[in-house]
């Protein structure tokens, strides 16, 4: 065998050997995930509060507790996170918000909240729903996305078509 087919099956080997790592890694991380989730549901608890602010910033400059500062690894730390400073009862607190809800948070209104502990994980409105935000512009490259699902939708709408009228 030539040099360059080992090589190329060496890496080929390397690759499959790295996917399979991987898929095994991925697993057990969607488990733990899901548990911490449950865990997160059944201590989560509602709350009226006023919002302040909220920034996306790294852990180290948010403010928050030493404890949670010590808890962090390295990555999360240096990691911008979407944070929240709101009024809860007589209290200015530092609070972590869930990157799905982040957008939908009001600034300078108030709101019921689920917290579970520094995290939150829903907004309600406390007077009627919240307002959404307006959405961005859509980028050059999500244009070009959106045109190409349509041109694909509507070529296997055809060709679905053309394939029943053949039987």
């Known amino acids: 065998m030539k040099p360059i087919g080992i090589v190329l099956l ?17 697993k057990k991380a969607q488990k733990k995930k899901e548990e911490q989730d449950e865990q997160m549901k059944a201590a989560a608890q509602t709350v009226t509060m006023l919002i302040i602010d909220k920034k996306r910033m790294k852990m180290k400059d948010a403010g928050l507790p030493s404890q949670v500062m010590e808890q962090a690894n390295k990555l999360m730390q240096r990691a911008k996170l979407p944070i929240v400073k709101a009024k809860v009862g007589p209290r200015v607190m530092t609070l972590i918000a869930d990157e ?33 935000p307006v959405k961005k512009k859509k980028g050059f490259r999500a244009k070009l996305q959106e045109k190409y699902n349509e041109a694909n939708a509507k070529l296997k709408e055809s060709k679905s078509g053309s394939s029943s009228k053949k039987k």
């Open 10 to 26: 060496v890496i080929a080997i390397i690759l499959v050997a790295a996917m399979i790592v991987l898929y095994f890694l991925g």
């Open 100 to 132: 799905q809800i982040y957008d939908d948070i009001p600034v300078k209104k108030e709101v019921k909240a689920t917290v579970s502990g520094l995290y939150i994980t829903g907004v309600r409105g406390l007077r009627g729903p919240l307002e959404k």
